[in-house]
């Protein structure tokens, strides 16, 4: 079946624009993850959704991120007035239930530069 | 707070040759523990995890892991390796008490020669 998806898979924006990166998680899947890898790092965690329900966004860096999951499918993240710092990869995933434990299926990520 | 070292930013080992990728955590009590794969142009890949019962965790592709708690350790291991298993890999930890944010390490990129 189709995996996660993401889009666009590359993004370039200049300094001080808005960008939203695009979500398509397994269908049914309960639990949606969003994480931002930069060059040569691990990802790190942003935000947490279960269903429609924001759950944890302890790693959103700044108030310039924001993301929504509004009927528990689709998500999006939006960056506000993009700085150059956030140039990095970011990767969706998701997990079929609500257990931590669960294993999480990723997607291919979207690059965004900011020039 | 938790914490992912994982010493080796790179390694190099020969077709056929086993294989060992090592990894260290901080967390204070037991944590979940994973090991993913990353491919070029691929996305993440769970490739085994621990989160409780026998230490040593069998994984896809013919890999393993042993959880050492007196170490702080899961080391990953392949016996042979493959010259598809050229990629970077990365040893994450998980909270048990509540949240829902996995740490990742900044991983170890694989070369296999022939």
Request: proline content about 4%; some cysteine; overall charge positive.
């Amino acid at each position: 079946g189709a995996g996660v998806s993401q889009s666009p898979r590359y993004k370039v924006a200049k300094r001080g624009q808005d960008v939203a990166l695009r979500c398509d998680p397994i269908s049914g899947h309960v639990s949606l993850f969003w994480y931002q890898q930069a060059l040569g790092q691990g990802p790190e965690f942003l935000t947490y959704f279960q269903n429609e329900a924001q759950l944890d966004k302890s790693g959103l860096p700044s108030d310039r991120f924001f993301a929504e999951r509004p009927e528990g499918s689709v998500s999006t993240l939006k960056i506000q007035r993009t700085q150059q710092e956030d140039s990095a990869v970011y990767l969706c995933a998701s997990s079929y239930g609500r257990l931590f434990t669960d294993t999480q299926y990723f997607g291919p990520g979207t690059r965004l530069t900011v020039l | 707070a938790q914490s992912v070292t994982q010493p080796d930013i790179h390694i190099t080992v020969s077709e056929g040759a086993s294989l060992e990728l090592r990894c260290n955590y901080s967390y204070g009590a037991t944590p979940y523990l994973f090991w993913y794969v990353q491919s070029p142009g691929q996305g993440l890949q769970l490739l085994l995890k621990y989160f409780s019962g026998d230490t040593l965790v069998q994984g896809i592709k013919g890999f393993e892991a042993e959880f050492k708690r007196s170490q702080s350790s899961f080391n990953l291991r392949k016996p042979s390796v493959h010259w598809s298993d050229a990629a970077e890999y990365f040893c994450a930890v998980g909270a048990r008490a509540g949240g829902f944010k996995t740490i990742f390490g900044a991983g170890t990129r694989l070369f296999v020669k022939a």
